[in-house]
């Protein structure tokens, strides 16, 4: 279904390429950074609509076009990327960040492949998802439309901003990105190279826009009427930040406080591997787990080879009094139930139930990922209701909530909140419905008459 | 598939029945108004998984039971109500809000019908929306489960309060109405009533709470991790306040500026009518049009007729320029085109072409309900996919757009946002899903490492 060739572009690096790309528009069309951010919202309110109107094979285009002038300018691209490395190790910023700020060639591939399987994909625009006649003649659709504006809001990987302008384009969403400021060359080439690539495919002039300060996510926040979803991506405390500073709908998820139940009818084997896989399989990930939870009745027969398998890993086990009874753990408090650690540190609560663990739960837990091991069905059919979190997992490691994992494509995100769209988010979480009528004159008079009656017949 | 029988209750008004009725529980648990809004939406957002976890069987025997105990405390209620009537009329408030706080023996069948009719309702909860294999044994759901904690702020009608509590109970979700301070009284004794019905037949106490006051308001407005979606009703400003003054989502519309567009191809008659009962079928309702535009080389056909039916018809005609060249019309300002008069007003626009009409309502419309008037199909199809709006009809009247006339059910309101439900929202607007994940041991390593691959099949 899906185009997965995208062939190395070898040669491109050659002297008399790299001239003919120094002529090309962009150079001409400079971002013009001294545009307010209000101009730049109302533009994209604007066009929304219009890319909304374009068709699959217009943004498939698009989605190719983009992914060639991305190739077709690696070397600048490359340039680009440089001098913001080279900046950042003057300004010392931590080598993680450094190491996601690269943009080499692998990355780019990586990124145009994405490119191109969005391309390919089915157009998920005007999908008819029900048809109702409403009477003779009369007939209601609910059709998938674009949702209008998205605001996006990532940290510095370059790659990031390629991914997401193109789950925007193919889902007809104008979209206004913010960067890291350590990508700012890098978001700058790359932002431009798609925008041009995309309008000279028939996308309408500014469905893409950077903005680049602090200042301007503080004017974005406010932007309300021309905005219809912020999605940010990044630190807890940084998505927290939008949570708590917009009127404008956020879809995202700050914490990631996981939790394994180890229930009463646990297996021993099956306990130990899950909960290792979901602290230990990645620790700084958002369904890694945090806490353990394990009924009082197992405890004593799960804990000791838990214990070994989590220390011989090197995790350093936090503990209640009751567990602190049967291995050796450091103390743990409130604190710790409440705490994201995204490091080798686990919390250990011996609890007296499975509604107790629930209960936890839902008092300390974000929503995110929840896991319980059983061998009682019904024990885990209860769980799953009870828990208030977007994933509930039986007999699974928490680190399977993630987009790729469901098979659902390109991941917009993990969303935590409770409307729209919950956990892994796909394409669809770009995504809205318009009702469409379709009649031959019919009014409402008659209806309110009673001399006309609604036949409600659904179609499809 | 629905229960309409609801025999009046002849005799409820006795004075042995009443004398019982006065001993019943809800004397002896008054509302406790000393609350804090914080306590009440702390316990919300505790008790709402505890009501999501409940059985459809349980949630449809609190249905019935309180429409049984409404019934049964007819007298309290009616008692209650005049003496919000009472005090209202000392203070001399509008005759239509007097009206619409008139609770008596036809609008309580009028709820408990309702309620008896939710009982009947298949249950939502629960449904599972799709199944995927992504290994051997590792079975993904997608399962629709409540949101969790709504609050619903309306205005002086009483029944809302019933109809309100009936959809959030049958969509599983705690609900923290505040009513207007008109229907005190009422607003008190109906939400014990079915406060108390319901927590009878097994739903959790706390599944609903009242508050009164504005302050109050201002309180929930900053409880956005304890409330998960704000339903707000009435008017215009009133809506436009909360979503402007709260983080949480918000679903509603404040404005409804619909517009009927007819296109050069419209046949006459059709746009007569068409206009005549947009405007007038029902005058102060949010799907009525604000804003006729015409195509100029139909304007000399069509507006004489047009204006001979809206002048006979008593409505008031504001038109541009070239509107007044062809009949008479007092001038339309910019003010005009951004206006909801909700009233026998009505202003004319003569446009060049069917994009300065989509331009014209994606600039002044509030994206509610926008209907063209058109013979040609493709013109039609154009125009429903450029207009920015939630209902986009073709040779239809916009008073169609409402959650009965689709055959919704029971309608929750009507959204212009964006993200979530948009347009008639029904009770699935007050639902969300779960992902539910059933393994048999599985971890992620071997998947990361590359010696397991996903499957990735669709079971349904």
């Known amino acids: 279904m899906q185009n997965h060739q995208c062939p190395r572009t070898a040669g491109i690096y050659s002297g008399s390429l790299f001239f003919r790309i120094a002529k090309s528009s962009w150079f001409r069309y400079p971002v ?117 504006v998205i605001g996006m809001i990532f940290e510095s990987r370059p790659d990031a901003l390629v991914q997401i302008a193109g789950l925007c384009a193919k889902s007809g969403n104008a979209v206004i990105l913010k960067g890291g400021r350590e990508a700012m060359e890098s978001n700058r080439i790359l932002s431009r190279l798609l925008h041009d690539a995309g309008t000279s495919a028939g996308l309408p002039d500014g469905w893409l826009a950077l903005i680049e300060t602090r200042e301007d996510v503080q004017a ?71 806490t353990l939870l394990i009924h009082r009745e197992a405890a004593a027969r799960l804990l000791p080879p838990l214990h070994e398998a989590l220390s011989s890993s090197g995790v350093e086990v936090r503990g209640c009094e009751k567990t602190r009874a049967l291995v050796p753990a450091l103390p743990a408090t409130e604190e710790d139930w409440a705490s994201e650690y995204l490091d080798a540190i686990i919390s250990v609560r011996i609890v007296d139930s499975l509604e107790q663990a629930v209960e936890h739960i839902n008092t300390y837990g974000s929503g995110h990922t929840d896991a319980i091991v059983t061998s009682n069905q019904a024990a885990a059919e209860l769980f799953m209701r009870s828990v208030d979190t977007a994933n509930a997992f039986w007999n699974a ?39 469409r009528l379709r009649g031959n004159g019919q009014i409402v008079a008659p209806y309110a008459a009673g001399s006309k009656r609604f036949t409600h017949r659904d179609i499809t």
Chains 1, 2 share one sequence.
């Open 32 to 148: 013009d950074m001294s545009e307010t951010v209000q101009t730049v919202t109302e533009r994209s309110r604007h066009v929304a609509p219009v890319l909304a109107a374009c068709s699959g094979e217009t943004i498939s285009t698009a989605l190719n076009a983009m992914a060639d002038s991305l190739q077709q300018h690696a070397p600048e691209i490359f340039a680009a990327n440089n001098e913001d490395i080279l900046r950042s190790q003057e300004e010392q910023i931590d080598l993680p960040l450094l190491k996601r700020l690269k943009f080499d060639q692998p990355k780019l591939d990586g990124v145009t492949d994405g490119l191109r399987q969005l391309a390919a994909m089915e157009n998920p625009l005007g999908k008819i998802q029900s048809v109702r006649e409403l009477d003779a003649g009369l007939i209601l659709e609910r059709v998938s439309c674009p949702i209008g």
């Open 220 to 290: 974005l926040l406010t932007r309300h009427d021309d905005i219809d979803l912020l999605i940010p991506r990044g630190s807890n405390e940084f998505v927290q930040y939008i949570m708590h500073n917009t009127t404008i709908p956020v879809l995202g998820h700050a914490d990631g406080i996981c939790h394994v139940y180890l229930d009463k009818d646990a297996e021993t084997g099956m306990a130990v591997d899950i909960s290792l896989d979901s602290k230990t399989q990645y620790l700084a990930v958002c369904n890694a787990a945090e």
């Open 397 to 435: 490691s928490t680190r399977f909530a993630d987009g790729y994992r469901y098979g659902l494509g390109a991941e917009v995100g993990i969303s935590t909140g409770k409307i729209h769209a919950r956990g892994p988010v796909g394409i669809e979480g770009l995504m809205i419905y318009q009702w």
